[in-house]
């Protein structure tokens, strides 16, 4: 066919409009999407024609417009199946609320609500006080605020409290909680003045007793490396020291816990992690921590502790400007009922995730196995992820493929609907149970059977095996 025939061939966008592959379209997308999208398809394919390539049929066309509709359809932010293992996945949105947040969230989004609407006495309240008592009761705290992360935590603290003063922290807890976030950087924005003291491995007492002597200082900060330690050579002093000393002052001591621990972890065989109760027992004046990690809630930056400084923070200008919205509200309050009541081990998926014993996950790989009749079974380590525990594994057993692209499996695993994300080690595709609810099972194996055929020729990639030794654990996610 000649290039003038081939461009004549083509479908006018009248013609790939009325397709009855395309017309449901319409209505889902509207019609200016749809003639966007067909004009675009076919200077694509003119383009094509005239760099030589074969010219596709009217259908192949049409289908091709129907595929790009679909996708255009698909909504952006939906679930994903998490077999990664790690259970606080800050890309998949870390701490996975529970069925009594999730209701709660719900029912405010669904109608109208009291978020700052007192029903006793008809007239405005405060959004803060559907969780301040809640705080109170499960922390320790005097009093609390709750904003939208825990960077806007700090942030807020140090703005309303040290604003162009300065701050005295140790070089040690310089630390970088991830996405570029640095505490230097966060420091600088709220107008407070960094000072620093000690050695990036030591820091001692007296290291703050002298800065503390040579100028005016207006906060003490005391910043828990939750992403990564310190080993070897290192020293610093503990909180209760710091705290004792920055009252000796009249200072405030703020601690920035981060991961929002209200449980010790050793009960879960991992390292102990401060707690929030802890941190204010040691006493820390505030502590800051986050909603979505270690708490299991939604995201949230918490600040619980003197009622005096809560109160300044509260009547802060930027304290409007990161103040969280109701739906954020709603989970966080339904979360920390769960604390109060005493049940959160059991109600809280993140915490039912981390008891999950080695038995109970092996047997649930190999029923894996067995539906889809390839891979194997072996021991592996499932981490806890989003800055929290760093290094600190749990003992699983996972479910091995060993496609012959393993970057190309993984890509037609996250194509399926829902998604599936797994982690590649040693040129094998892991699923840990861990982090895959039992309601998600049944797609999570339709997913990979849709995902397989074309790596070897539509044969398991190895043997069924019962071998449960150990895999490298190199590659963290």
């Given amino acids: 066919m000649s290039p003038t025939s081939s461009f004549r061939a083509l479908p006018s966008t009248q013609w790939l409009l009325e397709h009855p592959r395309v017309t449901p379209w319409l209505p889902l997308v509207g019609r200016e999407k749809v003639l966007q999208e067909a004009r675009k398809l076919l200077d694509e394919t003119r383009h094509a024609l005239r760099q030589g390539q074969e010219p596709p049929s009217r259908e192949v066309l049409a289908e091709r417009l129907a595929e790009r509709l679909a996708q255009a359809h698909r909504v952006r932010l939906r679930p994903v199946i998490n077999a990664t293992g790690v259970l606080l996945h800050t890309n998949l949105g870390r701490a996975p609320l529970g069925p009594e947040a999730l209701d709660a969230l719900l029912a405010v989004a669904r109608h109208y609500s009291n978020l700052e609407y007192d029903l006793a006495r008809g007239r405005r309240g405060s959004r803060l006080d559907h ?91 005391w910043v828990h490396r939750s992403n990564f330690r310190i080993v070897g050579f290192h020293r610093e002093p503990s909180l209760e020291e710091l705290a004792s000393l920055a009252h000796e002052r009249g200072l405030p001591l703020v601690a920035d816990v981060g991961s929002g621990a209200l449980f010790d972890t050793q009960d879960y065989g991992l390292p102990h992690e401060p707690t929030v109760q802890e941190c204010l027992q040691a006493g820390a004046d505030l502590v800051c921590f986050s909603g979505d990690k270690l708490l299991g809630g939604p995201q949230a930056g918490i600040i619980v502790g003197r009622a005096d400084l809560v109160a300044r923070l509260r009547k802060h200008p930027l304290y409007r400007a990161l103040r969280p919205d109701k739906l954020a509200l709603a989970a966080l309050e339904a979360t920390l009922r769960i604390y109060r009541r005493g049940t959160a081990r059991e109600a809280i998926p993140l915490w039912r995730m981390m008891a999950l014993t080695p038995e109970e996950l092996r047997q649930r790989a190999q029923r894996w196995r067995d539906v889809l009749g390839m891979g194997q079974v072996q021991s592996a380590v499932s981490t806890v992820g989003g800055g929290s525990l760093p290094e600190a594994t749990l003992p699983t057993y996972v479910l091995a493929l060993r496609p012959r692209h393993p970057t190309a499996f993984l890509a037609r695993l996250r194509a399926q609907e829902p998604p599936i994300i797994a982690r590649i080690e040693n040129d094998a595709v892991l699923f840990d149970p861990r982090t895959v609810f039992p309601e998600q099972e049944e797609a999570l194996l339709a997913g990979i059977r849709r995902a397989w055929p074309g790596e070897t020729d539509g044969l398991p990639a190895t043997p069924a095996s019962t071998d449960a030794g150990p895999a490298n654990t190199s590659t963290r996610h």
């Fill in 131 to 221: 969780v301040v008592e809640l705080l109170r009761d499960v922390t320790g705290g005097e009093d609390g605020l709750v904003v939208n992360n825990n960077a806007a935590a700090v942030l807020l603290v140090l703005q309303a409290l040290a604003r162009r003063r300065r701050v005295l922290i140790a070089r040690t807890q310089l630390v970088e909680i991830g996405g570029g976030f640095r505490i230097p950087e966060i420091l600088k924005q709220s107008g407070a003045k960094l000072v620093e003291v000690g050695t990036t491995n030591r820091v001692h007492l007296q290291d703050y007793h002298q800065a503390l002597e040579t100028q005016p200082i207006a906060l003490v900060l």
